[in-house]
Structures are given as C-alpha cells and as structure tokens.
C-alpha cells in the first residue's frame, strides 16, 4: 500500500524548532520529488516547500524561507522539514505529499497525502 | 510569484445538479493546474491533473478543461458524497477553496 505518515508535531513556543518527518512506503521514493503543504486551522491549503528526488533543487514559499530547511534521506524513504524561529501564524497540519510523475519540483500534482502533523505554536 | 484565484468561495447546489467552479491563473500555465477534493479532517485527495486528465479511480462525473490562464472544473451530477471544499493549484499555489454543500 502506497503510504505517507508524518510525525513530529507538537505544542512549541514561539522562536523554538522542531523537525517534521514524513515515511514513505509502497512505492520507490527516490523517484519523486515530495513536498510539505500546511493547512492552518480552517483555512485553505499552503505550499510550504519541495525537493527533488536527488535533493538537487529546493524551494521554499516566501513565508519560510530562511526559517525552514527540507530534506530527505532516499536510503530511509524519509522526508523532513526543520523548522527554527517558530511563529504564531505557523500554526497549521503539516501533510507531506508525494509529487505524481515528476522527479524533479515543476508543475506536478500531489497524488498521495499523509494524514498530516499538527504543529501549534503558542506560549 | 503565480497567483490563483478561485471562484465562487461556496455553493449550495441540489442533488443531481452540475456544478462549475472556476480558477483564474495570474499569469499562462499552460496546462500545469490540478484539482483536489477536500472533506472534513481528511488530506486533499486528487481528482484532475494537467487542467482534464482524470486521475485513476476517481469518478467520471468530474472534469476540468482550460489552459493558459482560465480553468473550469465541473461535477456533472452533484452526489450526496461530493459535499467538500474543492482546491485548485498549480504546482506551489493553492486556490482560496470551493465549499460545496447540498441545498
């Protein structure tokens, strides 16, 4: 069965980390590119970042770039998102998703969804 | 930066209904725009990719049409089971969301 789990949420005060991991099964992860999508408490959905399959291209939404660093280990079929220099407004479920055909981050679809990690950030 | 925005923001519709909501990219995408099917505390679930293409499993009373800047997505005949929000996105930008419900 193809299958994102994301674990590693949590309560955090602002200005702290934490570290979000997503473990992937069923299918040959080193052939995608993966991303993080976060969905604040009834709100809509927000890209967050992407990598590709070799780690070789990054990006990052304006909201969190210089803040928060993706990364992935092939070998472990396992993505990650460190978050430093928490925020209120980054309160949100963190899902990951696997892009559908593409190895590298271009105009793809998100075929498979994790359950999502919720992360609240609040002293 | 692309921006996408979707409309309306929410319908209400009768069983059995057609349903259309649009989504205006803020600069041609050629054919690089997607739909999801949110529910209720569920992740999104894909429905179309590249502006038509159904994915696999996914009900033929869905559909999407567009390229360049403008994109339709319909649902033929609106079932009890297809009440949620409805997202559109082109790779790193979401749509603000379509909420359907039953009238």
């Known amino acids: 069965e193809v299958q994102l789990v994301e674990s590693g949420g949590g309560l955090v005060q602002p200005g702290r980390s934490l570290r979000l991991s997503c473990a992937a099964s069923?299918?040959?992860?080193?052939?995608?590119?993966m991303q993080w999508v976060r969905q604040a408490p009834g709100k809509g959905l927000e890209w967050v970042s992407g990598?590709?399959?070799?780690?070789?291209?990054?990006g990052y939404a304006d909201s969190v770039k210089g803040r928060f660093t993706i990364s992935r280990d092939n070998a472990k079929n396992s993505l990650y998102l460190q978050m430093n220099s928490l925020r209120a407004e980054d309160t949100a479920l963190y899902y990951c998703?696997?892009?559908?055909?593409?190895?590298?981050?271009?105009?793809?679809?998100?075929?498979?969804w994790g359950q999502g990690t919720m992360v609240t950030v609040s002293s | 930066d692309i921006q996408m925005t979707q409309s309306p923001s929410s319908l209400s519709a009768s069983v059995g209904d057609r349903v259309t909501i649009t989504c205006q990219a803020s600069?041609?995408?050629?054919?690089?725009l997607n739909w999801y099917q949110q529910k209720p505390g569920k992740a999104p679930k894909l429905l179309i990719y590249?502006?038509?293409k159904l994915e696999t499993g996914v009900p033929s009373r869905f559909s999407g049409s567009g390229s360049g800047t403008d994109f339709t997505f319909s649902i033929s005949s609106l079932q009890p089971e297809d009440i949620a929000t409805y997202y559109c996105?082109?790779?790193?930008?979401f749509g603000g969301g379509t909420k359907v419900e039953i009238k």
């Open positions: 998703a696997k892009a559908r055909s593409r190895p590298v981050i271009v105009d793809d679809a998100f075929d498979i």
């Open positions: 069923g299918f040959t992860f080193d052939d995608y590119a």
């Open positions: 990598i590709s399959w070799n780690s070789g291209s990054i």
């Open positions: 600069q041609d995408i050629s054919k690089y």
């Open positions: 590249d502006a038509s």
């Open positions: 996105q082109q790779y790193d930008s």
